[in-house]
């Protein structure tokens, strides 16, 4: 397998100061409650039914605690004293070529970092920070996966993470406005670009205009009805970054302040992220630790605006034009860490007439399996695809003919599923379901 091999050889070729630095990076990650988790495992085996991986094949290696452990056995081998003396009575551990193997199988392999665990944690033990911080160290050795890493590398060398150009960028907005204009009945509708003062300056996953350009199309119908002043960016207009998955802060900062430079540069007031887990959260609560600065304007969610809109009467919808059952899905780092979790519920009320829960749903829903980087990560798909079984039961109990997932990590991961499962559905955006729904008052070509 050339991963394999490949990460063979960068293994073979770390030299001590390797492991040092990889070291030094974990310590500085790791403040008083993170190094206290390290020390809390009472082994008492809750979270394994938590996780979504452990759940899908029941291998010990699988269980959030186990992984835990194997990061907790370099921490009291070299961060202790007590580990340095008695490393064998603490089950503390060196941090060498074999230890590093197992993290990044555990840490990259068996995690996509949704953090449901810590939530069923007996101790409070936040076990995706911890793991985060892992890879923090593993990304200074230069172990993180090599596809995982290109998509970094992409994102900070042509700006987005799929190498888009300026020039085809525009082109696509500009095909995008002209059906626009089609659909709504209206030649005035625009997807302005680059507008300076606009209120709203809004960010798109370069999967849209790559592959669903019709969900991008949704949003901007959408800001039309609302009568929003709004604008893309011609540059900076990413909102991925999977910096966060890798684990390198100065990498996903300098991710980060693409969009900064856009809000700046246009002088827009609020940085409204397209729907998209990860990107939000990155924006909304990474960022300003980063970059060590408050943002100084506002960042929220495509969904809370999409819910200012109907609260302000500002959207009118025919929920009989969804007539089979919805359901939704709650992606980790919009709703667990991000705390979004009502505004997508409110909207799908609004705008289809049958909604139906996955249960457990809100926090305690699990991870789809494509978060943390799982998606861009070859080497390890049979697992990714075996772990995300546990959400394709779910689809299949809830019953429904429609997935809404706001998150495009989420929807390539839910396709994927849909086929290996053969569950029959359909699965949209909420922006789609809201397009879809929308009444103008002149008559719409959609």
């Not at 304007?297 to 919805?326: A, I, W």
């Not at 429609?402 to 994927?416: F, G, R, S, W």
Request: charged fraction near 25%; include cysteine; charge should be neutral.
């Amino acid at each position: 397998m050339p991963e394999l091999d490949e990460l063979e050889a960068r293994l073979a070729r770390l030299e001590p100061a390797d492991f040092e630095r990889g070291l030094a990076v974990f310590r500085g990650k790791l403040r008083g409650a993170e190094a206290s988790y390290l020390e809390t495992c009472v082994r008492c085996g809750l979270c394994a039914d938590s996780c979504h991986y452990f759940r899908a094949d029941h291998e010990l290696k699988s269980i959030p605690a186990y992984k835990l452990s194997q990061v907790a056995s370099v921490f009291k081998r070299h961060c202790t004293v007590e580990g340095r003396l008695a490393s064998a009575l603490l089950g503390a551990k060196s941090f060498d070529r074999a230890m590093a193997r197992t993290w990044v199988e555990a840490i990259f392999g068996r995690c996509s970092l949704c953090g449901r665990c810590s939530l069923n944690c007996t101790t409070g033990i936040h076990i995706a920070t911890v793991l985060r911080a892992a890879r923090s160290a593993l990304a200074e050795m230069g172990l993180v996966p090599s596809d995982l890493q290109s998509v970094v590398t992409q994102s900070l060398e042509s700006g987005n993470n799929m190498g888009i150009t300026k020039q085809d960028w525009i082109e696509t907005v500009e095909w995008l406005e002209e059906e626009l204009q089609t659909a709504v009945g209206d030649p005035g509708a625009r997807i302005p670009v680059d507008k300076e003062g606009a209120r709203v300056l809004f960010t798109v996953n370069p999967r849209e205009p790559k592959f669903f350009p019709l969900s991008l199309q949704a949003s901007a119908t959408v800001f039309h009805a609302a009568k929003e002043d709004w604008t893309v960016a011609s540059e900076g207009w990413d909102l991925t970054n999977y910096g966060l998955f890798t684990g390198d802060s100065v990498q996903a900062g300098a991710i980060a302040d693409n969009l900064l430079r856009s809000m700046q540069r246009l002088g827009c007031r609020v940085l409204i992220i397209g729907e998209c887990g990860h990107g939000y959260a990155a924006a909304r609560w990474e960022a300003p630790e980063w970059l060590g600065r408050e943002h100084g304007f506002e960042v929220r969610s495509f969904l809370e605006l999409m819910e200012d809109y109907f609260r302000e009467g500002r959207l009118k919808v025919d929920p009989d034009r969804h007539q089979d059952p919805v359901t939704l899905h709650d992606p980790c780092n919009l709703v667990r860490h991000g705390g979004v979790c009502e505004p997508q519920r409110t909207i799908l009320r609004r705008t289809v007439r049958r909604f139906v829960e996955m249960i457990p749903n809100r926090a305690e829903n699990f991870c789809c399996g494509g978060g943390g980087g799982q998606l861009a990560m070859a080497r390890f798909q049979a697992k990714r695809v075996q772990a995300g079984g546990v959400k394709a039961e779910q689809i299949r109990r809830s019953g429904a003919k429609t997935v809404v997932a706001p998150c495009h990590n989420c929807i390539d991961q839910l396709m994927e599923l849909n086929r290996e499962y053969r569950l029959g559905v359909s699965i949209k955006t909420v922006a789609e379901i809201v397009a879809d729904a929308l009444v103008f008052d002149q008559p719409v070509g959609r």
